[in-house]
């Protein structure tokens, strides 16, 4: 599907203040200690990489041979679905946790459907604010909460810098 853009400090924590961190290593420092600050990156890495396979497979999202590679900002999935919502949803569990910039989406679809549009919450934003944009009509909120679930779990509960999937209009309401 390709690669998508997320705010890479506006979503879901996932370790604790600082514990993601690494220092680089500065440039006097032997090339023992830089291998060692390398390795501790790349613990790291794969540390966030098994978090964000757990928190697909909880949010109970249809999806075979998951394969879940972080390098730095950027998580690189792999998989195979059976639909498109199920791909965007993966992708927006992963893409909506701090420390993750870029989703590079690998995954196969089965049976290909329209692509939904992604939105980027702002402050001031809510669901019928978003609907009445989107779809000239801000009752229709409930389409884009039901398309964002597991991942809301109520409609008010949406924060700047969050990626939304926003149906297309004749998908919108199935």
């Known amino acids: 599907m390709g690669i998508f853009d997320f705010v890479k400090n506006a979503g879901a924590k996932m370790f604790g203040k600082g514990a993601e961190e690494v220092p680089e290593a500065p440039p006097e420092v032997n090339h023992f200690k830089k291998k060692q600050l390398e390795e501790a990156e790349a613990a790291l890495d794969d540390k966030m990489a098994a978090r964000l396979t757990n928190v697909v497979w909880n949010f109970g999202v249809n999806v075979q041979d998951l394969d879940i590679m972080v390098e730095g900002d950027i998580a690189t999935v ?91 209009e004749e998908t919108a309401n199935v």
């Open 78 to 168: 792999h998989g195979v679905v059976t639909n498109q919502s199920d791909l965007e949803k993966i992708v927006l569990l992963v893409g909506n946790h701090e420390g993750i910039a870029q989703v590079d989406a690998q995954i196969d679809v089965e049976v290909p459907e329209p692509e939904a549009t992604f939105y980027t919450v702002v402050k001031g934003d809510s669901l019928s604010k978003i609907a009445k944009a989107q779809y000239g009509n801000a009752s229709r909120y409930p389409e884009i909460f039901e398309a964002n679930k597991p991942m809301l779990s109520h409609p008010d509960k949406i924060y700047p810098g969050q990626v939304l999937r926003i149906p297309m």
